[in-house]
Nanobody, 126 residues
Framework: QVQLAESGGGSVRSGGSLSLSCKTS????????MTWFRQAPGKEREGIAG??????TSYADSVAGRFTVSRDSSNTLYLKMDNLRSDDTAMYYC?????????????????????WGQGTQVTVFS
């Protein structure tokens, strides 16, 4: 089992920046892919940024160029969010799982991840 704990959420003015972190514990492996998802009220959960064990990244079009995902040697996952907009308001979740080598980039599909954190709220106001 892998435990994930997000932190860093909060309220920020539109155009501002915020950074999220996700600490892992339990049976976490360097080979696991780690990905950020978000879910706004009334909307489906959306994969936004992921990084695999080889450092390859993938981003949703909605955040590409504004968000940066990274992870460190302790498998703490980070999300740097710049130029935030009101439609970035959502609960943000950290996930992790193992993927076979045929995956050439991190998956952004929620159903493919078994390990989830509890989430951290991000609110962007005008």
């Amino acid at each position: 089992q892998v435990q994930l704990a997000e932190s860093g959420g909060g309220s920020v003015r539109s155009g501002g920046s915020l950074s999220l972190s996700c600490k892992t514990s339990g049976r976490m492996y360097n080979e696991y892919t780690m990905t950020w998802f978000r879910q706004a009220p009334g909307k489906e959960r959306e994969g936004i940024a992921g990084v695999d064990g080889n450092g390859r990244t993938s981003y949703a079009d909605s955040v590409a160029g504004r968000f940066t995902v990274s992870r460190d040697s302790s498998n703490t996952l980070y999300l740097k969010m710049d130029n935030l907009r009101s439609d970035d308001t959502a609960m943000y979740y950290c996930t992790a799982d193992w993927f076979p080598s045929r995956h050439t980039q991190p998956s952004l599909v929620p159903s493919e991840y078994n390990y989830w954190g509890q989430g951290t709220q991000v609110t962007v106001f005008s």
